[in-house]
């Protein structure tokens, strides 16, 4: 696990050391780099394998070729062996140097025969070409900036504004995308230069050219390969695949362990683990104490670790949440609404003390069917069959009668969503649950000067994932809106950029894109038995798992946010949020903010999210923007 950068083109001499010092956190045990004219390689390692030699950058035999490489290659051994049939050499015991082979053997196609995490980039001197490689699901970043016969790529944004030409330019279409979904898209970031290789890509720089080539999407899915799987056979492979996943992420030179919250996907981990080695496992817990006491899910992590007799960490945190937000901030780079990122830095942060690597359940939700969401998708379906006079009754009812909840699950909010979005037509009755802001609180929120700055449609990729929906069932469609966006652009963003920042490597089983695959075989109903969340995953590990366990609702790595907003965090929500500062930026509407705030403190409606979001585009304006003078409203 590493931070990588580099350059092609004429770049100042200190240009690469400073990038490297920028990415330090992300591999703090080592550091190298390779430069030739016009041409810099570099990476600050954590070295998780092939202590000895794995040094970067790594080289061919005659040093025609050179790569740097962020991730890890879970069937690196399988590889290298195929490699050594084919005649070919090693003088490491790495990941990375399969990578290069592996290139020198298929050339750009070597990616299809990677499994795991990665990014890298390869510097091929003959040929003089640079290919970059990101992995399928997106769990390893990579940025990169091409302006004037210049390219600069990097694993997080930072490292590429070390060089003085890198604008600091808002991207409209960004910051649009990220208030109505809480984080920036998959090609672009918030700064207008600056673009990300997106997920399932190559791309390739040759005669100051860059090509992209995707190389993997989600597979299709239909009724005949639906059927070619017996329904009682659906939970041992699931279980089949999801074991040997786990078991190749077992590979490490250095302690490993698991974060277990006690909910079904990290302890199906854990029983994964525990059929594929006999050794010791490690697991770690936090809770949170004082107000948070609904989110507290220690008691179901400790009756898993029990079960399977692991050796288990628990810690009892009250976190200064105010205080952490500038340090979150700044390892996200961009603007970033998802509140779980609280919570996530400081497990992350507790579990670096004890080991270097960890596994983690993240992705066990777009896999398996594990929102209520997909649930309500279904729901709504019969809901919009009835007769509008027929709803209208239960609908006033239901407003009136359930409020609004502070508690993990809030099903005043479910509902009032679940409503406003009846009598849209698909895809948009599942987007407007996914949103923070829909179109019509922008047209309130945005004003006129930051609308006028909208280019382009704020859900293009969305609904391009959606019309990719298999087996003639659009909860599938919903399957693919969050395995291709909600995952990647922020579920592995939060899960890379927490973890490293404690140089803590995190590893996601059902990411592996076996599992995924396996997934979209199966039609969302196997996945959904009975219209039970998780239901197919749930009897995969029925023998081993405590019933408790099994039976338990979703409950999410959430915080009380809402009650956070109106107590400890109340002179935050007033600093960020301030009339005169909301109308110095000059981007939102000063009478919309303090309505979502008067509002919200009132307890008439909880609006958590959204001022959540607003709050957290402030504090990265003042880091990114202020802090350099560069931030003007009319920019």
Not at 132 to 141: F, I, N, T
Not at 344 to 360: I, N
Not at 581 to 607: C, I, N, P, W, Y
Request: charged share 25%.
């Amino acid at each position: 696990m590493c931070g990588i950068a580099g350059y092609v083109g004429v770049a100042p001499r200190e240009l690469l050391p400073s990038m490297l010092r920028v990415l330090k956190h992300r591999g703090p045990d080592d550091e190298g780099l390779h430069v030739e004219p016009e041409v810099g390689l570099g990476s600050t390692r954590l070295a998780i394998i092939d202590l000895d030699t794995g040094h970067q950058p790594i080289a061919n035999a005659d040093e025609s070729a050179w790569v740097v490489f962020n991730g890890e290659i879970y069937n690196f051994r399988d590889l290298r062996a195929t490699l050594q049939g084919r005649g070919r050499a090693f003088r490491t015991r790495s990941d990375t140097e399969v990578v290069l082979q592996a290139y020198e053997a298929f050339g750009d196609a070597c990616v299809e025969r990677l499994r795991g995490m990665f990014a890298f980039a390869l510097w091929d001197r003959q040929r003089r070409r640079l290919l970059l490689g990101r992995d399928r699901l997106g769990k390893k970043p990579l940025y990169y900036w091409h302006r004037h016969g210049l390219f600069l790529f990097a694993s997080e944004l930072k490292a590429l504004l070390c060089h003085p030409a890198v604008a600091r330019t808002v991207d409209w279409d960004a910051l649009h995308h990220y208030l109505a979904f809480g984080y920036t898209p998959s090609t672009r970031s918030i700064f207008a230069e600056i673009a990300k290789l997106p997920p399932g890509h190559t791309a390739v720089l040759a005669d100051g050219r860059l090509a992209l080539t995707r190389y993997w999407a989600l597979p299709a899915g239909n009724a005949a390969t639906a059927a070619r799987i017996a329904p009682a056979e659906a939970p041992r492979l699931v279980r089949h695949e999801l074991r040997e996943a786990v078991r190749l992420r077992l590979e490490s030179d250095v302690p490993l362990g698991v974060f277990l919250s006690g909910g079904i996907d990290s302890s199906a981990v854990v029983a994964s683990m525990r059929e594929v080695t006999g050794q010791r496992i490690s697991t770690f817990t936090v809770g949170f104490g004082g107000s948070a006491a609904s989110y507290d899910e220690l008691p179901y992590a400790r009756m898993v670790a029990r079960r399977f007799e692991t050796d288990h960490h628990e810690e009892i945190l009250e976190p200064v949440v105010a205080d952490l937000l500038p340090t979150i901030a700044y390892h996200f780079d961009e603007p970033f609404a998802d509140s779980s990122a609280i919570p996530t830095f400081v497990v992350a942060q507790a579990t670096g003390r004890h080991v270097k690597v960890v596994l983690s359940g993240i992705g066990g939700d777009e896999t398996f069917a594990g929102y209520p969401r997909y649930l309500g998708l279904r729901f709504s379906e019969l809901y919009a069959a009835l007769p509008r006079p027929l709803r209208m009754v239960p609908a006033a009812a239901a407003r009136r009668l359930v409020r609004e909840s502070e508690a993990s699950r809030s099903w005043g909010n479910w509902i009032r969503r679940f409503l406003d979005a009846a009598d849209q037509p698909l895809p948009d009755r599942y987007l407007g649950w996914t949103r923070f802001f829909s179109d019509r609180d922008l047209e309130r929120l945005a004003t006129p000067a930051l609308r006028c700055r909208w280019r382009e449609s704020v859900d293009d990729a969305q609904r391009r994932a959606f019309g990719g929906l298999g087996h003639d069932d659009p909860v599938d469609g919903a399957f693919r809106i969050d395995l291709s966006t909600y995952l990647p652009d922020d579920l592995l963003v939060m899960a890379d950029r927490m973890s490293m920042a404690h140089s803590l490597e995190l590893r996601a089983p059902f990411c592996d894109h076996h599992v995924i695959e396996l997934s979209h075989r199966l039609a969302p109903a196997a996945k959904l038995p009975r219209l039970r969340l998780k239901g197919l995953l749930k009897a995969a590990f029925a023998d081993v798992l405590p019933r408790e366990i099994l039976a338990r609702r979703k409950q999410g790595f959430m915080i009380p946010l809402a009650r956070w907003l109106r107590t400890d965090l109340r002179p935050l929500v007033d600093d960020l949020l301030s009339p005169d500062r909301v109308r110095a930026r000059g981007l939102f509407d000063v009478a919309t903010v303090e309505g979502l705030k008067r509002e919200h403190l009132a307890r008439t409606q909880s609006h958590a999210d959204r001022l959540w979001t607003l709050m957290m585009a402030e504090l990265w304006m003042r880091q990114y923007l202020d802090a350099t003078g560069l931030w003007s409203a009319r920019e």
